[in-house]
């Protein structure tokens, strides 16, 4: 912008004015801010996760097929969570890019566990327990969906994976830390690969559980679904494990602790929600006078 005595030139307040307008506050995006997506998910490559998790998922698959665990395609349940996966899905690589090209799935397992997860790759799975136990109404499962989703979008699998790399990589030099970001020295692959087996039971932390509680929420309102329902879906929660977090929860948060994030997020979700239910209508054609 050109200055001359210290006296902008003519016009040079329109263009301050679009400037203004332009700016990142004046375009700050809907919705909730988490941050960056941690620097300890580039010490494993994304093929190399999203690999090993769609192994692991046709093996539980296979088991679950084994034990007629399986639900049929045609089961009502899993034509209902389908239905859900529909609406969601497309808005997930906003979040993450990679998300395009992810050939996502749903199934349903029948099991007593109150349990759901989401694979890195998009391969999603509800165990029966969940919905029957919870009598989940399609707001809090798109909640539950969401939250497992957003673990797969915000990669914290991998960041996990990446963390114990460096901490496992620590040890075994003698406490040499890793240089810059080079990549991964050869001995430490056989940790990723033991990891990558066991994805299922990866636990993730505080705040990860947070994380993927608010992008959730986000995503499952953009979807035209109440972010309100993760008030009641954690209340239910709470009550069937009497306050103690559940298996696909980890061991943290609180319930409480949940509601309250919940509730304090709910003004950055609702105007999403509320222009997504909102039915879309056509403007009258103006018709010819005879």
């Not at 460096?166 to 810059?180: E, F, K």
Request: charged content about 25%; glycine content about 8%; overall charge neutral.
């Amino acid at each position: 912008m050109a200055i001359k005595g210290g006296i902008l030139k003519r016009g040079s307040g329109l263009a301050l004015l679009l400037c203004a307008l332009a700016s990142p506050l004046a375009q700050a995006r809907e919705g909730v801010e988490v941050g960056e997506r941690s620097v300890f998910a580039d010490l494993v490559s994304a093929e190399q996760v999203e690999r090993q998790a769609a192994l692991q998922y046709q093996q539980t698959l296979k088991a679950a097929a084994e034990h007629q665990a399986l639900a049929p395609a045609d089961h009502a349940q899993l034509r209902r969570l389908r239905a859900i996966a529909r609406k969601i899905t497309p808005l997930a690589a906003e979040w993450n890019e990679r998300a395009r090209q992810w050939k996502w799935e749903v199934n349903l397992i029948g099991s007593n566990q109150i349990n759901a997860f989401c694979m890195p790759g998009g391969k999603i799975v509800f165990y029966t327990g969940i919905l029957k136990t919870l009598q989940l109404s399609d707001d809090e499962v798109a909640m539950v969906m969401g939250h497992e989703i957003a673990h797969a979008l915000r990669e914290h699998a991998r960041e996990r994976m990446g963390k114990s790399t460096v901490t496992t990589g620590a040890a075994r030099l003698g406490g040499a830390l890793l240089s810059g970001w080079l990549g991964i020295d050869p001995r430490l692959t056989d940790t990723v690969a033991q990891q990558g087996a066991n994805l299922l039971t990866l636990k993730f932390g505080r705040e990860d559980e947070s994380e993927a509680d608010l992008v959730g929420m986000e995503l499952a309102a953009r979807a035209g679904f109440d972010p309100r329902a993760g008030v009641t879906l954690w209340e239910k929660m709470s009550a069937a494990n009497k306050g103690a977090p559940p298996q696909w929860l980890s061991t943290h948060p609180s319930g409480t602790t949940r509601i309250a994030d919940i509730e304090a997020h709910l003004p950055q979700v609702m105007p999403l929600y509320e222009r997504a239910k909102r039915p879309k209508t056509t403007e009258p054609q103006e018709s010819n006078p005879p």
